[in-house]
């Protein structure tokens, strides 16, 4: 069984601050999935990532996935209010296996 | 279209008593999944459907738990003689297939007293 363990679990910042949190897998992705989930809605897609050491980024958010497959990082630049949440990483398998999430919140 | 709709968005019912919940999925998804989420946990799989075939189960999915997709597109997941511990938001989503990535409907927030 796979196992995804997100770091930290909690996160609290100022406005304008930068960010980074991780997620890490007992074993090799299929595919790399990050989602961000507001309290009372669902999960909604951020980025897909496939190939290792690959970079992504989505305006303040850059997102890497480790050569090996196995572990992926999610900066946030001068975060805002808005970038408060859940952020949960996901093995795009057949099933989409999740970590426990890393919440965010940023203090304006 | 306009995305993976629950219905309904709350349900409070007392223990004992039979619950069910429909999805409706993009309509050009092939696959459809249900989830479970606690407070402080990611979601958990439970099952899922490529059209109308269930082809998967979790063991979290115990015989109280049931799932159809008759006829390919809408889903209903039952849970009979509720318990305080299926007390949770259960979450729906769909794709296009593997590695695709997967849209969530806004969840049923289940509350067993």
């Known amino acids: 069984t796979q196992l995804l363990e997100q770091s930290p679990q909690f996160l609290s910042i100022q406005e304008g601050e930068n960010l980074t949190v991780y997620c890490n897998s007992s074993?090799?992705?299929?595919?790399l999935q990050w989602y961000r989930q507001e309290p009372g809605e669902g999960p909604v897609l951020l980025v897909t990532v496939v190939t290792g050491g690959e970079v992504k980024k989505l305006k303040r958010l850059t997102f890497q996935f480790g050569d090996a497959r196995k572990d992926s990082s999610l900066h946030i630049t001068a975060a805002q209010p808005g970038d408060t949440g859940l952020y949960l990483c996901?093995?795009?398998?057949?099933?989409?296996?999740f970590g426990k999430g890393n919440q965010v919140v940023v203090i304006p | 279209d306009t995305g993976v709709s629950q219905d309904p968005r709350h349900k409070i019912t007392k223990r004992g008593q039979n619950v069910t919940f429909r999805c409706d999925p993009i309509s050009e998804h092939n696959r459809l999944y249900w989830y479970r989420q606690t407070l402080g946990q990611g979601p958990e799989f439970l099952t899922y459907?490529?059209?109308?075939?269930?082809?998967?189960k979790s063991r979290l999915l115990s015989d109280r738990f049931s799932a159809e997709r008759p006829k390919g597109s809408f889903s209903t997941l039952e849970i009979q003689r509720t318990e305080q511990g299926d007390s949770a938001m259960y979450l729906c989503?769909?794709?296009?297939?593997?590695?695709?990535?997967?849209?969530f409907g806004s969840g049923t927030r289940l509350t067993v007293v």
């Open positions: 459907f490529q059209n109308e075939a269930q082809l998967e």
């Open positions: 074993s090799v992705f299929s595919s």
């Open positions: 996901a093995d795009g398998n057949n099933r989409l296996a």
């Open positions: 989503a769909s794709s296009g297939g593997q590695n695709y990535g997967y849209t």
